[in-house]
Nanobody, 126 residues
Framework: QVQLVESGGGLVQAGASLRLSCATSGRTGSSLAMGWFRQAPGLEREFVAAISRSGGSTYYADSVKGRFTISRDKFKNMVYLQMNSLKPEDTAVYYC???????????????????WGKGTLVTVSS
């Protein structure tokens, strides 16, 4: 079984930066493709970013391109989401997700992920 634990959320002002971390356990990190999703109050969970098993391919939602960067440290079994130039509309609970079988565009859908963390709250004030 895979466990995912997010950290790094908090309250920041618009324009600030935050780095979210996701620790994986129960399975070697290199066998999992990883992603981040978010869910704002009253809205559906949406894709934010994903990274391939090798780390060589990354995918981003249009709303975060150029501001967010996903990366991974396979030796530490960690995945990160560096968020810059944060906006109030980035306020949401951010979830780390993983898939053992998915790849490419399938990771941009909730159904393409097999494992989920419990989330970390990011609040961006204006």
């Amino acid at each position: 079984q895979v466990q995912l634990v997010e950290s790094g959320g908090g309250l920041v002002q618009a324009g600030a930066s935050l780095r979210l971390s996701c620790a994986t356990s129960g399975r070697t990190g290199s066998s999992l493709a990883m992603g981040w999703f978010r869910q704002a109050p009253g809205l559906e969970r949406e894709f934010v970013a994903a990274i391939s098993r090798s780390g060589g391919s990354t995918y981003y939602a249009d709303s975060v391109k150029g501001r967010f960067t996903i990366s991974r440290d396979k030796f530490k079994n960690m995945v990160y989401l560096q968020m810059n130039s944060l906006k109030p509309e980035d306020t949401a609970v951010y979830y780390c997700a993983a898939t053992a079988s998915g790849s490419g565009s399938s990771m941009m859908n909730m159904g393409g992920m097999d494992y989920w963390g419990k989330g970390t709250l990011v609040t961006v004030s204006s």
